[in-house]
């Protein structure tokens, strides 16, 4: 049975959703399950709740807990990273030093000045627990789930030579919405998705082999209820064609459209039903909120009497080991090395295509160019991503003041010097977790 190792366990509702997961499977259910993180606190609670998902389902697997990464990586089979490198107190510069220049975020752990600058801090890490893997599980594959995703995955695949592919829930949930919207059932509907994370796109979208787009734009235009819930995304759809799978808070901040005047800001990202519309820092509120209370949702969780539900959710990464120990292949979406699979991004940038995992491994589709309308700003934004990775690998501190300076909403709000002089100041406020800029 495989060892599985996660790295950052101490993020315990990923942790408990994936073994529950993972351990659904007859061939994974002896599973070793390797709990490490930096947190012994985090780590204990996350034990607890492995154990009892054990203990309940009645498998046969083991958890182990370890603050030791050599330890922990020490003859795994598979890698499951979900790390954040620098606490709340940290990535809050991030989102609020650009809005004292202009510059409003969202989220803000993807791309644009605020993913980059946590790209800074977390490369090094994560390109060290690949060299780890290296030496002490060489065999092993790396599931990544930390953000910012193309920029971490981007630099592990040009560090190190482990398999390695980053896995996001924007493709599989934008798709079920999209079925949802024109009542098709999930079953009958089959796409293909390609670009970058956050920014890919469904080239096709078909119900019961039909085209569906007409029927996505019918219920955009005529259904009031629709666009509101989605309405930066669905503004892109109207322009471009074709669907975007992360929703409008997030895609709100990656282009030049939505955030730049407080007008748009209240017209486009403050109204909107969906999950996550645009309020300025949401999530960094929602870590603040929970920063108090944390225990006490995790306490009520593991105390509560009732049984658990075992049943199998939608994660990825339970699928792609089972895959990968001969069980069903299964076709995800991934992110890979663009060794040509997307003609018109660079090449070697990290892109989210379609990849079978089998008995064989990953073997990621071609699927030729996107649509020029699309490929524009998602090749640009791969671009800069490539920028940052290059800085935070060598230090550069220039190159980090070049890639944002080409970022789009960055550059819609704000002169050359005025980047410069905010760059310069998120620098002083990330000084003491950039030790490779000194």
């Known amino acids: 049975m495989p060892k599985l190792t996660f790295i950052g366990a101490g993020s315990f509702g990923f942790t408990r959703n994936l073994v529950r997961d993972v351990l659904t499977f007859e061939r994974l259910a002896g599973s070793t399950i390797c709990l490490m993180d930096i947190n012994p606190e985090r780590l204990e609670f996350s034990r607890r709740a492995v154990q009892r998902i054990i203990d309940e389902g009645g498998y046969s697997a083991k958890v182990q807990t370890t603050q030791d990464r050599v330890e922990a990586l020490t003859g795994a ?21 650009p809005k004292k220049y202009g510059v409003d975020i969202n989220v803000g752990d993807t791309r644009g000045v605020s993913g980059i600058f946590r790209a800074l801090r977390t490369i090094p890490v994560l390109v060290s627990i690949a060299k780890d893997m290296e030496r002490y599980c060489p065999g092993a594959t790396m599931l990544n789930y930390t953000n910012p995703m193309a920029m971490l995955c981007r630099a592990i695949m040009r560090e190190t030579s482990i398999p390695v592919t980053g896995l996001c829930h924007s493709v599989q949930g934008t798709s079920e919405m999209l079925a949802e919207w024109i009542g098709a059932p999930y079953e009958e509907i089959e796409f293909t998705c390609a670009g970058i994370n956050h920014m890919a796109w469904y ?49 709100s901040e990656y282009n030049w459209w939505f ?32 920063e108090s209370d944390w225990q006490d949702d995790i306490k009520a969780w593991l105390d509560n009497p009732e049984p658990l539900k075992l049943q199998r959710g939608h994660e990825y990464a339970a699928y792609i080991i089972n895959a990968l120990e001969g069980g069903e292949p299964f076709l995800f979406n991934g992110n890979v090395a663009n060794k040509g699979y ?30 020029p309308q699309c490929a524009v700003l998602t090749s640009l934004s791969s671009q800069i991503e490539e920028m940052a990775v290059e800085a935070a690998l060598t230090g550069n501190r220039r190159l980090v003041y070049q890639a944002i300076a080409n970022d789009p909403l960055t550059a819609a709000v704000l ?21 490779q800029f000194a």
């Not at 005047?261 to 929970?290: F, M, S, V």
């Not at 005025?418 to 100041?425: A, G, K, S």
Request: charge should be negative; glycine fraction near 6%; include cysteine.
């Open 77 to 97: 089979d598979y890698v499951l990273v979900t790390i954040l490198v620098g606490a709340t107190d940290v990535w809050r510069h991030d989102i609020e030093v």
């Open 203 to 251: 080239l096709t979208f078909k119900w019961n082999g039909e085209d569906a787009y007409p029927l996505i734009r019918k219920a955009i235009l005529e259904r009031p209820e629709i666009y509101n819930e989605e309405q930066v995304r669905n503004e892109m759809f109207l322009a471009f064609d074709h669907y975007v799978t992360e929703s409008s808070g997030h895609n």
């Open 259 to 290: 955030r730049k005047r407080p007008d748009l800001l209240e017209k486009y990202c403050t109204h909107g039903t969906g999950w996550n519309p645009g309020e300025y820092a949401y999530i960094l509120k929602e870590y603040q909120r929970r």
């Open 342 to 371: 997307v003609s018109n991004l660079p090449p070697d940038a990290c892109v989210e295509i379609p990849v079978w995992a089998s008995q064989h491994g990953l073997q990621p589709l071609r699927v030729g160019a996107l649509p």
């Open 415 to 435: 002169s050359l010097a005025e980047i410069q002089q905010m760059v310069d100041e998120l620098f002083e406020h990330n000084r003491d977790y950039l030790p």
